[in-house]
């Protein structure tokens, strides 16, 4: 026996004993659980949770719709997903932006609302990595004496500004113009802030590239976004900087790390450091959102 219903904050023991299952994969689902739980009041990292759970309580899958807009899933069997959807459709009332997760999920997601009958702001299959970070390799840089890991609150706005305009643009697919200026407001002075997941690298005091994590629990950390801008590109830059936050994390008591990407420069780059695929992640966002 099964049922479908909405999730509250008394199953969240039982839905991170269930995403624990699938580490890899749902790294935003349980960070963004333990920062704002399973009541959506509006908040950042918030959403509504819908699942299906057996007699006992135990979770067999669950569908979330996040604060901004973004769905993400994990489930046993597509069968259970789009029970789940079902339910869940009919009490969707804020408008989806976009689904990450699992690539082969994400597809029933996107089936299911009619994705593709509109147009991407991004719509990647990116490759899924993992590394255990005692198996870390960080690379011994040139004239190491030089360079120096800080956090962003330490770089001028300005240059974080447009490191961030540039790479939502470029990697997000995010159009120039007063919207994006507006999330920047947010995005940059968020990055800021002491107890952000946000370092930069610099060279002889230069800044050179940014990186950061996108989702963290106590044992695993997610890698997102990175980014070197043009003019400092193909000189290793961006592999130092996140084997410097790795290596800080470890030294913090964090033995995991997840990250995905398609950029084949990027593969290598990762490849070199130690992480092995373990599988594909899908990143489908809408240019605007879809209302049911």
């Not at 490759?127 to 390799?137: E, F, T, V």
């Not at 997610?222 to 936050?245: E, F, H, M, N």
Request: hydrophobic residues 40%; proline residues 3%; contains cysteine.
């Amino acid at each position: 026996m099964t049922a479908i219903r909405k999730l509250t904050d008394s199953d969240k023991t039982n839905l991170e004993d269930y995403l624990s299952n699938y580490p890899d994969t749902t790294m935003f689902l349980r960070g963004n659980i333990r920062q704002a739980g399973l009541v959506f009041s509006g908040q950042r990292h918030g959403g509504d949770y819908w699942g299906c759970l057996k007699k006992d309580g135990a979770i067999t899958g669950v569908v979330a719709l996040f604060w901004n807009g973004n769905i993400m899933m994990q489930a046993d069997s597509d069968t259970i997903l789009r029970d789940i959807l079902d339910y869940a459709r009919q009490e969707i009332d804020r408008p989806i932006a976009g689904v990450l997760g699992d690539e082969k999920l994400a597809r029933v997601i996107k089936d299911a609302f009619g994705f593709d009958g509109h147009e991407y702001m991004l719509d990647a299959c990116e490759k899924l990595y993992a590394l255990n970070l005692a198996d870390l390799i960080i690379p011994q840089a040139k004239d190491e004496a030089d360079y120096a890991m800080v956090h962003a609150s330490q770089i001028a706005e300005d240059v974080l500004r447009q490191w961030c305009h540039d790479y939502e643009v470029e990697a997000i697919g995010r159009t120039p113009g007063e919207e994006l200026e507006l999330f920047l407001d947010e995005q940059v002075s968020r990055r800021q802030k002491r107890d952000s997941d946000t370092w930069v690298l610099l060279r002889n005091n230069v800044p050179v590239c940014f990186s950061g994590f996108n989702a963290r629990l106590p044992d695993t950390v997610q890698i997102g976004p990175v980014w070197t801008p043009v003019d400092c590109r193909s000189q290793g830059y961006a592999r130092l900087l996140v084997a410097k936050t790795l290596e800080k994390a470890r030294d913090e008591g964090v033995v995991k790390s997840i990250l995905f990407t398609n950029l084949p420069q990027a593969c290598k780059a990762y490849e070199a450091a130690g992480f092995k695929r373990v599988g594909n992640y899908q990143l489908s966002l809408l240019s605007k959102p879809l209302t049911l």
